[in-house]
């Protein structure tokens, strides 16, 4: 950037100068706008937490009110994808609303993590962010190199935002790790460029791959997305080692990215068609065309000569400017606002579209022409990147606001805010690309971060100076971005005309903890030096061991035996095991939920176990509330009543009655002096006539990292450990195991609700109406208490109607007598236990009657001699 596109002001002028001092800055009141009143303006809200977005968040406001809607749903999209995966990893977010088996620990995927990372940095407090980022390299089962990503880019973007020298070069060696595994696996040296295949770029149909044998995973090609992240990566590394003081490192990571920067100019870059293109690693060949090596899309094969194939990754190296600004490649950009090339009334569309192989379809993964949010991000942030460094080119700053409002209105579905994977670029409808449960609020672009560093014009820095470069629109009358958190400090940016909208300064105003730090008539790029000086942003994090953080202990998703949460009824299709997944939502559809529908109960008692004693301080039960939907049984309840157990009795700790804080789609918190606990219930009083409902569960406290997790009680009789050793006892048997499970996971100790990973045994396609789980012990044993963990995915494999316990009596099964059941009925998603007078066998089976066509399974049995 150079430097005379500054206004250089200093701070110590400004304030001399006065343009008006301090204002009162509170949780509830931004810098200018009243963040109440900016949440409750808008209809459209499923997780109505206040308080979390007051704590969390930066306002904004424009008038434009469909940009603004925007810009609040996002925040709310991010809420339903943060994952509390567990007290050891904290937060990660997911891509897909559900956990598909292709995501990694805790339903996280790489592919969109860049885009997570640069919106989650933008949260005032910065754990979420960093927490996430050290996700990717410390937490066993995540999957940093399944998919292209820029995560040390990632890293120092936040760390420009909040800085933190201590934490960030912690991670450097895990980031050169994950860069020189990238080498192995895919740099070229005689190429001098990393290759990528269209897959694993996120794009799975492209007009490369379909030009092969494989269309879904073919054409492994030079890709200038793939080959720009890997030149930030290398730019981050060297930065950050820099940091360290560790020469050698920035001058090699320094050295690699001049390289393949010289390379993707050089080797990636069409003259002839002014765009940056994939370039093909191997020869290849469909339907008698061929493809050469070495050659970029369609120099050969089938459409060779065409003056087409550019598609939105031309334009990923301007979103980490890392081209040459005196090449002429801004050229590129001539074609995004073309009608004819990408420009569209819900694009732009990932393919010209005059490309020869421009295709829409009505289902997953075709990026030959649909509208993808995660193109349009990067599209929009290359964009903004070149009008604040050249504002003279083929693309303007209407252009930029047009585009982005285009953006903006893409996240409708009848009328109301939402986002799936992609959609017709054209109509703007999701059609075969919203799947249930699975594609709704889709987690996989940034939208917010776009409104920050672009339109209001925020653009992060490693120094203490404040660089302002708005892209706002000069007719607008007034707008205001307000209580960003970045250096440490509380920063606004407002335009206001005539100054009667927040009763400040005409025009241009930035405020830097409530001090006015600069003004302008017009909206022009301003460098305010010494305007926030950094200091260390890492708040409640450790940098050892000794150091507390809070932690939520109520969350299982590792398939450990505590903590263990029962409930005194579970609807069939609400099941308790939702409650402490680390998620939440409000929604009716897709659920993510525990209810009591259907229960004969007067009160409902939740019960955790957390198998040892936690020093808590709150228990947060995020209450559901379905009263705006026709039918729907679901209230908030009239009280709840935290008891602990103490001395093997029960003992009220809060009790909380008040209609005001009991009010659904946001959380009630129960507060109360750090008190030990290792085991505590929830006692729910319905309305009458109406069942209750909590999408999670958490129990907070501070706690040294790492957590121990408490071991399970001893005496479980079906256990073994080495399952899948056909010579070891116990062993698992059964009438009919799917080919997608194993029997064995029966009884391996670990227990997971959740569909993936997958750790269970179902009876998934057998013709029979019921199907038997069995126990071989190998000797005689005593026992008199069955505790099944009932798997339940809502689909092919529900809870069973009933079962009924047996044992092998001679050569025969007889049905155990006594049996007390709890719950009565099956409950799919939770524990369910057996409890019967003891009885002498060397072999059980549990019969399953299955639910209609649905058939039965098991993530774990146990087996007790004891009666608790």
Excluded at 163 to 177: A, F, G, H, M
Excluded at 581 to 610: C, F, K, M
């Amino acid at each position: 950037m150079q430097l005379q596109m500054f206004c250089r002001l200093v701070l110590l002028v400004l304030v001399t100068v006065d343009f008006t001092a301090t204002v009162s800055v509170s949780e509830a009141h931004g810098q200018v706008l009243n963040k109440r009143e900016q949440l409750e303006a808008q209809s459209f809200w499923d997780n109505r937490d206040w308080q979390w977005y007051e704590e969390h968040i930066p306002f904004f406001e424009c008038p434009d009110s469909e940009l603004t809607t925007t810009w609040y749903y996002r925040w709310e999209l991010l809420t339903k994808h943060l994952t509390y995966g567990s007290p050891n990893s904290g937060y990660s977010f997911t891509e897909f609303i559900d956990r598909p088996f292709w995501s990694g620990a805790y339903g996280a995927i790489s592919c969109p993590a860049g885009h997570q990372l640069y919106e989650s940095r933008w949260l005032r407090k910065p754990r979420i962010a960093n927490d996430y980022l050290r996700y990717w390299f410390r937490t066993p089962g995540a999957q940093p190199r399944n998919y292209s990503t820029w995560l040390a880019d990632s890293a120092w973007a936040i760390h420009q935002v909040h800085p933190d020298e201590r934490r960030i070069i912690d991670l450097l060696p895990d980031l050169i790790r994950n860069y020189e595994s990238w080498e192995e696996r895919h740099f070229v040296p005689d190429v001098g460029l990393f290759w990528q295949t269209g897959h694993d770029d996120g794009m799975e149909f492209n007009i490369n791959s379909r030009q092969t044998r494989d269309i879904l995973r073919g054409a492994p090609s030079f890709r200038p997305s793939f080959n720009a992240y890997m030149w930030a990566d290398a730019v981050a590394i060297a930065e950050i080692a820099e940091l360290a003081g560790n020469n050698d490192v920035a001058v090699r990571s320094r050295s690699k990215a001049a390289k393949l920067k010289e390379n993707v100019q050089q080797k990636l870059w069409d003259p002839k068609r002014e765009f940056f293109f994939p370039m093909f690693r191997d020869n290849e060949e469909r339907d008698g065309h061929r493809v050469q090596a070495g050659t970029l899309t369609y120099q050969t094969g089938q459409f060779a000569g065409s003056p087409y194939g550019r598609e939105l990754i031309g334009f990923v190296p301007w979103q980490f400017q890392m081209l040459d600004t005196n090449r002429g490649f801004e050229s590129a950009w001539k074609t995004l606002m073309d009608k004819d090339a990408f420009f569209a009334n819900f694009g732009p569309s990932t393919v010209e579209r005059r490309d020869p192989m421009f295709q829409l379809q009505t289902w997953c993964c075709w990026w030959s022409g649909q509208s993808w949010p995660y193109a349009t991000t990067q599209t929009l942030k290359g964009m903004a990147h070149l009008l604040q460094t050249q504002p003279e080119g083929p693309v303007s700053r209407a252009d930029y606001i047009r585009l982005l409002t285009i953006y903006s209105n893409t996240h409708r579905m009848n009328g109301k805010p939402f986002l799936a994977e992609a959609c017709h670029p054209d109509t703007g409808s999701f059609e075969g690309h919203n799947g249930y449960n699975h594609s709704e609020h889709y987690f996989h672009s940034g939208f917010n971060d776009l409104i920050i560093t672009g339109l209001a014009g925020l653009r992060p820095r490693d120094d203490d100076s404040l660089e302002i470069t708005p892209l706002a629109p000069p007719e607008w009358d007034w707008w205001a971005l307000d209580d960003v958190a970045y250096h440490g400090h509380r920063v606004t940016i407002l335009w206001d005309r005539d100054g009667s909208r927040y009763q400040r300064a005409k025009g241009l105003s930035v405020l830097v903890d409530g001090v006015q730090v600069y003004q302008s008539d017009s909206q022009v790029a301003a460098l305010i030096e010494n305007a926030v000086k950094r200091g260390n942003t890492s708040g409640e994090l450790p940098k050892n061991g000794s150091e507390l953080v809070p932690t939520n202990f109520v969350v299982n998703n590792d398939g450990h035996y505590f903590p263990r949460i029962t409930a005194s009824w579970s609807s069939v299709s609400a099941p308790a095991a939702k409650m402490y997944d680390g998620n939440y939502w409000y929604h009716q559809h897709p659920p993510n939920r525990w209810t009591s529908e259907g229960s004969p109960n007067s009160e409902e008692v939740i019960a955790v176990d957390l198998g040892t004693e936690r020093l808590l301080t709150s228990v947060v039960a995020m209450l559901l509330d379905d009263v705006n939907i026709p039918g729907a049984k679901v209230r908030a309840p009239e009280s709840i009543r935290l008891d602990i157990l103490e001395s093997g009795e029960w003992k009220s700790l809060v009790t909380e009655s008040s209609p005001e804080r009991l009010e659904g789609h946001r959380p009630v918190r129960l507060n109360f002096p750090p008190t030990a606990i290792s085991r505590f219930r929830l006692i729910l009083q319905p309305k009458p006539g109406f069942a209750v409902g909590l999408t999670e569960i958490e129990a907070w406290g501070d706690a040294a990292l790492p957590v121990e997790i408490p071991p399970p009680p001893s005496g479980n009789l079906a256990l073994n450990l080495k399952s899948t050793d056909p010579r070891s006892f116990p062993k698992a048997s059964a009438s009919h195991t799917s080919r997608f499970d194993k029997v064995e996971s029966a009884n391996d100790g670990i227990t997971i609700f959740q569909p993936n990973p997958n750790n269970r045994w179902t009876s998934y396609e057998s013709k029979s109406e019921s199907d038997w789980l069995q126990i071989d012990f190998g000797r005689e044993t005593e026992f008199r208490r069955v505790e099944l963990a009932i798997f339940d995915d809502r689909g092919g494999v529900q809870s069973p109607e009933s079962y009924e316990i047996q044992y092998q009596q001679s050569n025969s099964w007889v049905p155990v007598p006594n049996v007390v059941l709890t719950p009565s009925l099956p409950a799919g998603g939770q524990w369910n236990r057996a409890t019967f007078p003891p009885i002498k066998s060397s072999r059980l089976r549990i019969v399953f009657r299955h639910r209609g066509e649905a058939r039965t399974g098991i993530s774990e049995i146990l087996v007790w001699n004891t009666e608790e």
